[in-house]
């Protein structure tokens, strides 16, 4: 009885060590397989690629080669010259990292009524059959926005962005831009102003109460200025200087070029220091947000600037000043004693020829004096011929 006794104790022992270490080794493969999976997620998590925006990214600038600018104004005075209407085109070329390059452009046939703005005509099948021959000469360049003669952005041209968008390549990251030609004449600044649409989300609260939970959310498209560049490339560099020499005007001089394009830079200084001031005084007053980076832009501009109060700088301007105020006096000397000095040469070769004129004219009258006492003498002669002929006759008779 003992021995059973001891031996079913035995028995119990080692079966409460069994379970013993078969709980611990769950336990153990318990903590494994949850340490596997935390590091599986912890690669996954790490593996996996960035989220990605699904908004397009901003375009930077947009730069506009001449072939465009005489495309746009030859298209301008073909179809709206002198009239209240506008010329409206596609652009062509490249877009990479933001930057949009406008290589070429077309004309499009476009309309639109002037009395209800929002009747306009666009002839996109023409736009179509265009895109498709330009493809073929040139196949790397590609929609990359639409161009107007303003000269101010109007209604329609949203709606003439969202066609101009359906002919935009699938796959395309910059979306299309949207730039105003202005080709009047008299603009003096660079013609041409770039724009991008953005989307502006507005809260629309019901009119029932000011709970602001139950308001829907209007998607609003708007135009925002984009940085508009002129580039050209050598080629296009070489025919541009061969027009303007064309069309150069002979009889303007070049100091009168350079002091109206002086005259010129000092206006266009003047209306952006006036522009920052404007700005500048409506942050102040809390009529507009304070934009950090255009304050930032303004900074640096102001750091720019010299410092005009060193005494070694104020003396050599003076002096400089000083040298270019003498060379202007002596060459208006210089310039007064030549016109003086061609003015008695004038009087000196005027009176000469005053004299020989004189001279001749009382030649020709003494001339003619003595032909008429010579004249004069035969009269005179042929008359005492006569008297003396006819004394002889009485005599004879």
């Not at 020829?353 to 010579?374: N, P, R, Y």
């Amino acid at each position: 009885l003992n021995f059973r006794l001891s031996s079913t104790t035995r028995q119990q022992r080692e079966i409460s060590a069994i379970l013993c270490s078969n709980r611990q080794n769950n336990n153990n493969n318990i903590e494994a397989v949850s340490t596997m999976s935390t590091a599986k997620a912890d690669t996954s998590n790490n593996d996996a690629p960035p989220e990605t925006s699904s908004t397009p990214p901003d375009v930077i600038d947009v730069t506009i080669h001449p072939l465009v600018l005489l495309s746009a104004t030859d298209h301008y005075h073909r179809v709206a010259r002198g009239t209240r209407k506008r010329a409206v085109g596609v652009l062509l070329g490249s877009a990479s990292r933001g930057s949009v390059d406008a290589t070429n452009s077309f004309a499009v046939p476009f309309e639109e009524d002037s009395k209800n703005s929002s009747v306009f005509y666009l002839d996109h099948n023409y736009l179509e059959n265009m895109l498709a021959m330009f493809r073929k000469v040139h196949a790397k360049e590609r929609v990359v926005g639409f161009y107007s003669t303003g000269p101010q952005i109007r209604p329609n041209d949203l709606r003439i962005y969202e066609l101009v968008k359906r002919f935009v390549p699938a796959g395309t990251i910059t979306p299309p831009v949207f730039v105003i030609i202005d080709v009047r004449p008299d603009r003096e600044s660079i013609p041409t102003t770039a724009y991008r649409v953005v989307e502006e989300v507005d809260s629309v609260v019901p009119t029932g109460g000011a709970d602001k939970s139950g308001g829907a959310a209007e998607v609003r498209k708007s135009f925002a200025h984009v940085p508009s560049l002129i580039g050209a490339m050598e080629a296009e560099e070489v025919g541009v200087e061969h027009l303007l020499r064309d069309i150069n005007d002979p009889t303007v001089s070049t100091v009168a070029n350079l002091v109206k394009a002086k005259l010129s830079g000092l206006s266009t200084l003047t209306e952006k220091l006036v522009e920052m001031k404007d700005y500048l005084t409506a942050v102040s007053e809390g009529r507009m947000k304070a934009n950090s980076e255009i304050i930032a832009n303004m900074q640096a501009i102001v750091n720019l600037l010299p410092n005009l109060n060193v005494e070694e700088l104020v003396r050599s301007m003076l002096v400089k000043n000083n040298d270019m105020h003498m060379v202007i006096y002596l060459s208006a000397l210089i310039r007064c004693v030549i016109a003086l000095h061609d003015l008695v040469v004038n009087k000196i070769a005027y009176n000469d020829e005053v004299g020989d004129e004189l001279g001749l004219a009382k030649g020709k009258a003494v001339t003619k004096v003595d032909v008429g006492e010579e004249k004069k003498e035969d009269d005179g002669d042929s008359k005492a011929k006569g008297d003396k002929s006819q004394s002889k006759k009485k005599n004879s008779l």
